[in-house]
């Protein structure tokens, strides 16, 4: 028995060591665990395999997985025909607001070309090449045409290594992405006629979570799973009860009850956030408005804006100083997140020496890094040398909020 017990012991040990473990990214036999989008190639399962075959007079077109990744360890086998580019996307994306839902963000490349850059990392419809094989001529040697050749991509925080056929061929840290879809690429091919295929096997992840989808150890959560509501007061009052209405998971704005905010105030921080906005039908600023005041003074905006250009007062914007970089917003009804790194502003002998910083992600893309406020935006409270309190405010329309978490820094 004592043997037996070690030996379960010694089990649970290693796979606490490896961590997650694997599963199946394709099932062998149906997609529907994918979504396509982009052009009109054509994708299909044949004898457990993804067959993706190109179409004439289209653009690039992309299997995407309806989950989104955050960190993970992903491994394939992939064999292209020669005269056809193609690419695995991770951490990506598609929302209306950027190039009208073009799929965008890293690329594992798959290029069968002369030019071998066969597991290079692209950045694809935004930024090109972030590392390519030109100076790493192992790599471009490692993807053998015509054959099966097995790919592994390791993507923790900001760091990407992609290896093929046991060879690395990228080693890279970019902070631009913290989480999206998995896409496979059949690339766009002109004018051709005749359909050229890529396949894709043995696709499997070991899936390691999205980042701030989970309180880390020694956060503060706000707004969990449960009814707890007793970290908040409404705004401007010393501790009267919110006006909000408790839903089943989330917390929603009942119109005109007044802002809520926390009872504890914060300085420096991360915080996690995961809103719906709604859709009322009315124009601008009167749909789905909301906002995240840090310190109840510096509002990062919320607001029905899925598909409108980057402006300084649509959702993700640092409200009337930036514009979000892109405009990740999702449309109306769909759960959206923001991670915010607050940098709060230092005060010596009664004047303020800096002012506070922003880093945002919105949905997972970096849109704000570093950004300075030199003083409040929008509705915000008055600027002390004291902290204050995390704010969400109502602006007369129903938004919902879940998953709120804060962690000093």
């Known amino acids: 028995l004592c043997q037996n017990l070690g030996m379960l012991a010694a089990a649970a040990l290693l796979l606490a060591v490896q961590g997650p473990s694997w599963s199946p990214l394709f099932d062998g036999k149906t997609l529907?665990?994918?979504?396509?989008?982009?052009?009109?190639?054509?994708?299909?399962?044949?004898?457990?395999?993804?067959?993706g075959s190109t179409a004439p007079n289209t653009t690039n077109t992309f299997l995407c997985t309806?989950?989104?990744?955050?960190?993970?360890?992903?491994?394939?086998?992939?064999?292209?025909?020669?005269?056809?580019?193609?690419?695995?996307?991770?951490?990506?994306?598609?929302?209306?607001?950027?190039?009208?839902?073009?799929?965008?963000?890293?690329?594992?490349?798959?290029?069968?070309?002369?030019?071998?850059?066969?597991?290079?990392?692209?950045?694809?419809?935004?930024?090109?090449?972030?590392?390519?094989?030109?100076?790493?001529?192992k790599g471009r040697m490692a993807f053998k045409n015509g054959q099966w050749n097995h790919y592994r991509v390791l993507a923790v925080g900001s760091h990407i290594q992609i290896w093929v056929n046991g060879v690395q061929t990228t080693d890279y840290n970019d902070d631009v992405d913290r989480f999206g879809f998995i896409g496979l690429q059949v690339h766009a091919v002109g004018n051709r006629k005749d359909p050229i295929e890529v396949r894709w096997r043995n696709l499997r992840i070991r899936d390691m979570g999205v980042p701030g989808a989970v309180a880390p150890k020694g956060a503060t959560v706000l707004l969990g799973g449960a009814s707890d509501v007793s970290k908040w007061k409404k705004a401007g009052t010393e501790s009267d009860p919110i006006g909000w209405t408790w839903?089943?998971?989330?917390?929603?704005?009942?119109?005109?009850?007044?802002?809520?905010?926390?009872?504890?105030?914060?300085?420096?921080?991360?915080?996690?956030?995961?809103?719906?906005?709604?859709?009322?039908?009315?124009?601008?600023?009167?749909?789905?408005?909301?906002?995240?005041?840090?310190?109840?003074?510096?509002?990062v905006q919320v607001l029905n804006s899925a598909g409108q250009e980057p402006a300084n007062n649509i959702c993700g914007a640092i409200y009337g100083v930036k514009a979000e970089d892109y405009n990740m917003s999702f449309p109306a009804y769909q759960w959206q997140t923001y991670d915010i790194q607050f940098t709060a502003p230092v005060w010596k002998d009664g004047n303020k020496v800096s002012s506070a910083r922003f880093t945002v992600y919105h949905n997972g893309t970096l849109v704000h890094k570093n950004v300075e406020v030199t003083g409040p935006t929008g509705s915000g409270q008055a600027e002390t040398m004291d902290a204050g309190g995390l704010l969400l405010q109502d602006h007369g329309n129903r938004i919902k909020f879940r998953n709120v978490w804060i962690l000093p820094r």
């Not at 665990?33 to 067959?51: L, M, P, R, S, Y």
């Open 32 to 51: 529907d665990a994918f979504e396509k989008k982009g052009g009109a190639a054509t994708f299909k399962v044949e004898h457990g395999e993804i067959v």
């Open 66 to 137: 309806k989950k989104v990744y955050g960190d993970f360890e992903l491994e394939f086998d992939v064999n292209v025909d020669p005269d056809l580019n193609s690419g695995v996307q991770i951490r990506s994306h598609a929302v209306p607001g950027y190039k009208n839902g073009v799929v965008f963000g890293y690329q594992v490349e798959i290029d069968p070309s002369t030019r071998g850059y066969s597991g290079g990392l692209y950045d694809e419809s935004r930024r090109g090449w972030l590392q390519d094989l030109s100076k790493n001529e």
């Open 247 to 299: 839903h089943d998971g989330y917390l929603e704005v009942t119109p005109r009850s007044g802002s809520i905010q926390t009872k504890q105030t914060y300085g420096t921080c991360k915080l996690h956030v995961e809103f719906m906005v709604d859709d009322n039908g009315m124009t601008g600023q009167a749909n789905g408005n909301s906002g995240v005041y840090l310190q109840g003074r510096y509002e």
